[in-house]
């Protein structure tokens, strides 16, 4: 199994930026799909964004942040990325990562076997 640690999370207003972190402990990252999903206030968790394992080739976006989102992975560091462009505040919630070895990509909110713990995202008007 591996850990999973985001990072980055913070207030920022509207229109503005901001890219968050996932650092895995272990080894064999490479060999992880991963992904970031959200969740906000009385709402269920909803997927974000999707990373395929190896070399990331093939990714997949929420239509809600399609276009404003990217992910990425950075395998020698075991880490994954979103970084978050023209935030809106209905982007606030808090932001989850997670990961398996079981699918080479999950596209849906379904799949991983790990997931960290989160970090808030506030976005003002």
């Known amino acids: 199994q591996v850990q999973l640690e985001e990072s980055g999370g913070g207030l920022v207003q509207a229109g503005g930026s901001l890219r968050l972190s996932c650092a895995a402990s272990?080894?064999?990252?490479?060999?992880?799909?991963m992904g970031w999903h959200r969740q906000a206030p009385g709402k269920e968790r909803e997927d974000v964004a999707h990373?395929?394992?190896?070399?990331?080739?093939?990714?997949d976006y929420s239509d809600s942040v399609k276009g404003r989102f990217t992910i990425s992975r950075d395998n020698a560091k075991n880490t994954v990325y979103l970084q978050m462009n023209s935030l809106k505040p209905e982007d606030t919630a808090v932001y989850y990562c997670?990961?398996?070895?079981?699918?080479?990509?999950?596209?849906?909110?379904?799949?991983?076997?790990?997931w960290g713990q989160g970090t808030q995202v506030t976005v003002s008007a």
């Open positions: 997670a990961a398996t070895r079981t699918y080479a990509l999950v596209t849906g909110r379904s799949g991983y076997d790990y």
């Open positions: 990373i395929s394992w190896g070399g990331g080739s093939i990714t």
């Open positions: 272990g080894r064999a990252f490479s060999s992880y799909a």
